[in-house]
């Protein structure tokens, strides 16, 4: 038991142990934390699930309904994975959380990522809620939020990332990510690759789920303008990739409610989800900061970054991935924007200081001197790569 949050937190980010969905399921059972909650909204997918989320969050407030949502990793505190509203969790409330169930995760040895779950479901449980919306970790079947019943299910796309874990291949990755699909379910995706939607359409029908597919949308240049039904958005200060997450989610709510178009438009265009093309203005510089942890990520940055290449920008980029970083580099590389690689603290972070490069890349080791060294040359710094480098930079750039 815990007389203080940061002791408590502290606790249940140290706990590592794996355990099966259906060893959670029990936990949950055995606790009476009901798993079918009513209008359950289960968002999984390779990137953009919190930035769906948020839209989805956002939409549905704005036309007047209380939202519940639970997503994955946080950039600020621990409390920000549970929300209202997009109000955190009270230190009070999660502190009351972890003592209750603190003997059954002792004695059952629950994983940090369980735990989140466990709180976050027995949280919503306890309030009066229109919506709630569940953001997986990494995976679909395996994950341990898939031991809910939700009422609409969605994949925003599926690519190359956590192959560890969820692949080896790309095959493996989908059949994975599909175990989210419930029988009898509607099933919403805004994946565009004609393999992947295939391999989707076979699970739907095997689960007499119905498949709505978002088409994509091209667009022709900065701010970026897309029209759904007879609703017309601009998007500033957000990058390109945020057109598909936002029509994704209007796809959602219009299967939920009939929504106020003045007031959808509002919340879509005001929409901010914290480190995705996030803005952060200081000693009149501009900070783009943008988690692109992963190949498809880079890529879907790059179609926003093309917008700025006539600008006095440069690009800080470090990351956790091994086996993607010279990858990653050779991609940013091909904007031919200045690109200062550093390090930051973490004990997986990966040396960028031996990667061959060309002569518009350079190496600084502190990340703090990587910014303050971009600051002094260029208007606009964008720093992007690992999710947890980007949680130091933002806390770096927001106390100073």
């Known amino acids: ?8 937190v502290a606790y249940i980010e140290s706990k590592r142990n794996k355990r099966t969905v259906d060893q959670f399921r029990d936990t949950l059972r055995s606790l009476e934390i009901n798993m079918k909650q009513h209008n359950m909204i289960h968002v999984a997918g390779t990137n953009g699930k919190g930035s769906t989320v948020n839209y989805l969050r956002a939409i549905l407030n704005a036309n007047g309904y209380r939202v519940g949502t639970f997503t994955s990793p946080y950039l600020k505190k621990h409390n920000d994975r549970i929300c209202i509203d997009n109000e955190p969790i009270s230190d009070e409330d ?24 466990m709180i976050c479901l027995a949280y919503f449980q306890d309030q009066e809620l229109d919506y709630r919306i569940i953001e997986c970790g990494i995976g679909g079947e395996h994950d341990k939020t898939n031991v809910i019943d939700p009422i609409i299910s969605v994949i925003t796309n599926i690519g190359l990332d956590h192959m560890d874990t969820i692949g080896p291949s790309l095959y493996d990755i989908i059949n994975e990510k599909m175990g989210i699909i419930k029988p009898g379910q509607l099933f919403i995706t805004s994946e565009i690759s004609g393999t992947v939607l295939a391999r989707l359409q076979e699970q739907c029908d095997a689960m007499d789920a119905r498949m709505i597919v978002v088409p994509e949308y091209e667009i022709s240049g900065y701010p970026f303008y897309f029209v759904y039904r007879d609703m017309e958005f601009t998007l500033k200060n957000q990058a390109a990739y945020q057109v598909t997450n936002a029509r994704l989610a209007l796809t959602i709510v219009n299967q939920l409610i009939r929504v106020d178009p003045e007031a959808t438009v509002s919340a879509v265009e005001n929409t901010i989800w914290s480190g995705r093309f996030e803005t952060i203005e200081r000693d009149g510089h501009t900070f783009i900061i943008d988690g692109a942890h992963n190949m498809p990520a880079i890529d879907a940055l790059m179609k926003t970054l093309k917008f700025y290449k006539d600008k006095k ?23 031919g924007l200045p690109l200062i690689m550093t390090s930051f603290e973490d004990e997986r972070i990966v040396d960028l200081s031996q990667l061959e490069t060309d002569e518009n890349v350079s190496y600084i080791d502190d990340f703090k001197v990587a910014l303050e060294s971009a600051q002094e040359k260029y208007e606009i710094v964008f720093v992007t790569g690992s999710l947890h480098f980007i949680s130091q930079v933002r806390a770096f750039l927001k106390e100073n």
């Open 1 to 8: 038991m815990f007389d203080n949050i940061k002791d408590a």
């Open 313 to 335: 920008a440069c690009i800080v980029y470090a990351t956790l991935r091994q086996e993607q970083a010279a990858l990653m580099v050779s991609k940013l590389e091909e904007l």
């Open 94 to 117: 999660l502190l009351k959380y972890i003592n209750k169930y603190y003997d059954v995760i002792e004695k059952e040895d629950m994983s940090m990522f369980e735990i989140d779950t």
